[in-house]
């Protein structure tokens, strides 16, 4: 076990990829279940959709060196709370955009689904400092407001743009969704879907992973393109399961060609954002739940033209901020080893030092 203890410490990076898949895999078979209608195995569906996340708790767990910090009661009280708002955006979703009738047994059985996403979250007050430092920034909002509203609207003006090109391209504009009147009640809806995108699983599953977890790691060695490059190998073959569950043609090499170009841009963008942002799961969960709301408002949209827009600004970023460069040791999207130990020097004059790769 210490062997395998220090692995962990010496090697997180690549157990983070180990656990991510191991957890998420492992449990594939509920995604297809749940899709055929066995819901009693969606509580596991929620396990290995947060499979990035809890992967990164865990290693982070396993890699810290600070004694605990704070009071039993705080954390639950942290859960109890994210448990309960977690739980009414999963009902607001089910009950006002898929029509679901609401029930007592959907309620008790929705209590139960949504504690992967509760413990997720309550972890960015989690008694272990190295734990709590990594989730810190995806519950604050503190500093980072400008690129948080950046994130709100940057994938829809991409869409409008891209509809705007589809237009001056004289491609038949019907392939555009067009918006119903806007009203309250579509505003209502567009914030329920939004929440529900970032509470399951775009922020609280897959950015506290993916960006939040082996972003900052990789980048404290590589480039952000490269480290780009990298995730983009493993994010895409991470939704296997969920993707044969919808009945994509997963046994085709031409949809992972294509699925690979056409998400590498959106990689690069959700990697910029986070870096621009200081490093902030909230923002780079906020981006990603935006795009999928957008997706949802404009289903038809003319996919083509998207791609190639998004992958415009992509190289946009790429250029403006040198992503090809490493960034700088202290930039605070870069993992920094000793950030925990210091926050408690005055207590430990010789705290043990946290290796990372």
Same mark, same amino acid.
């Given at each position: 076990m210490n062997k395998i203890t220090h692995w962990i410490k010496t090697h997180q990076v690549g157990a983070f990829f180990i656990f991510t898949f191991v957890i998420s895999w492992g449990l594939g078979f509920s995604y297809l279940a749940v899709y055929k209608g066995i819901v009693f195995l969606a509580p596991l569906a929620f396990i290995a959709f947060c499979g990035p996340a809890l992967a990164g708790v865990? $290693? %982070?767990?396993?890699? =810290?060196?600070?004694?605990?910090?704070? %009071?039993?009661?705080?954390?639950?009280?942290? !859960?109890? $709370?994210?448990?309960?708002?977690?739980?009414? $955006?999963?009902?607001a979703n089910n009950t006002f955009i898929n029509r679901a009738p609401l029930s007592p047994v959907m309620v008790g059985f929705t209590l139960v689904s949504v504690a992967p996403v509760a413990l997720v979250i309550s972890m960015a007050h989690s008694r272990v400092p190295a734990v709590k430092s990594y989730l810190s920034s995806l519950i604050r909002l503190r500093g980072v407001w400008g690129y948080f509203f950046l994130a709100i609207v940057l994938t829809p003006v991409l869409v409008l743009l891209s509809i705007l090109i589809n237009s001056?391209?004289?491609?038949? @504009?019907?392939?555009?969704?067009?918006?119903?009147? $806007?009203?309250?009640?579509?505003?209502?809806? +567009?914030?329920?879907? !939004?929440?529900?995108?970032? !509470?399951? !699983? /775009?922020a609280t599953g897959e950015e506290a992973g993916w960006r939040g977890f082996a972003l900052p790691k990789m980048q404290s060695i590589i480039s952000?393109?490269?480290?780009?490059?990298? +995730?983009? +190998?493993?994010?895409?073959?991470?939704?296997?399961?969920?993707?044969?569950?919808?009945?994509?043609?997963?046994?085709s090499l031409g949809y992972w060609a294509r699925t690979y170009l056409e998400l590498l841009p959106g990689t690069v963008t959700l990697c910029w954002i986070y870096n621009r942002s200081k490093g902030s799961i909230l923002v780079a969960g906020t981006?990603?739940?935006?795009? /999928? @709301?957008?997706?949802?408002?404009?289903? =038809?949209?003319?996919? @083509?033209?998207?791609?190639?827009?998004?992958?415009?600004?992509?190289?946009?970023m790429i250029l403006v901020?040198?992503?090809?460069?490493?960034?700088?040791?202290? =930039?605070?999207?870069?993992?920094?080893?000793?950030?925990?130990?210091?926050?408690?020097?005055?207590?430990?004059?010789?705290? /043990?030092s946290l290796k990372t790769i």
């Open positions: 865990i $290693i %982070t767990a396993v890699s =810290n060196t600070q004694p605990k910090q704070g %009071t039993k009661r705080s954390y639950w009280i942290a !859960f109890l $709370i994210a448990w309960v708002v977690s739980a009414l $955006i999963f009902l001056l391209l004289g491609r038949q @504009t019907s392939t555009s969704h067009p918006l119903p009147e $806007i009203n309250l009640a579509l505003i209502g809806l +567009i914030v329920v879907k !939004f929440l529900y995108q970032f !509470f399951f !699983f /775009n952000p393109l490269v480290a780009c490059l990298v +995730i983009n +190998i493993f994010w895409p073959l991470w939704h296997l399961f969920p993707w044969i569950a919808e009945g994509r043609p997963v046994f981006a990603h739940a935006a795009a /999928n @709301t957008a997706y949802w408002l404009f289903p =038809n949209l003319d996919w @083509t033209v998207f791609n190639w827009t998004v992958a415009g600004a992509a190289l946009v901020d040198r992503m090809w460069k490493k960034l700088p040791s202290d =930039n605070p999207a870069v993992y920094q080893a000793a950030m925990v130990e210091e926050s408690y020097s005055s207590r430990d004059p010789e705290p /043990n």
